[in-house]
């Protein structure tokens, strides 16, 4: 079965940074471009970053752009986040998901979510 596992979540202070591991498994996950997105408390799912399947197209939200960094490690079947200069509206629970259709906010599979909590 296709299964994706966040992990690296926790609380911060404003202007710190995470570095978030989503691990695949159940599917070839070289084949698939991966995206983050985020559900910040009361709120719906955001799209936050996307990457292709080499790595060589990569897109991100307006509101995380030249503050986080998506990668990936197909030889680990892992998806990386890392999260720097992190802001209080960056609250929220983090999930990676495969991608489906044309679109980076369309996808199939998601994992759990890993919680963010950027607070002083």
């Known amino acids: 079965e296709v299964q994706l596992v966040e992990s690296g979540g926790g609380m911060v202070q404003p202007g710190g940074s995470l570095r978030l591991s989503c691990a695949a498994s159940g599917f070839t996950f070289s084949s698939y471009a991966m995206s983050w997105v985020r559900q910040p408390p009361g709120k719906g799912p955001e799209w936050v970053a996307g990457?292709?399947?080499?790595?060589?197209?990569?897109r991100y939200a307006d509101s995380v752009k030249g503050r986080f960094t998506i990668s990936r490690d197909n030889a680990q079947n892992t998806l990386y986040l890392q999260m720097d200069s992190l802001k209080s509206e960056d609250t929220a629970l983090y999930y990676c998901a495969r991608r489906a259709g044309t679109s980076w906010s369309e996808y199939d599979y998601w994992g759990q979510g890993t919680q963010v909590t950027v607070s002083s």
């Open positions: 990457i292709n399947l080499g790595g060589s197209t990569i």
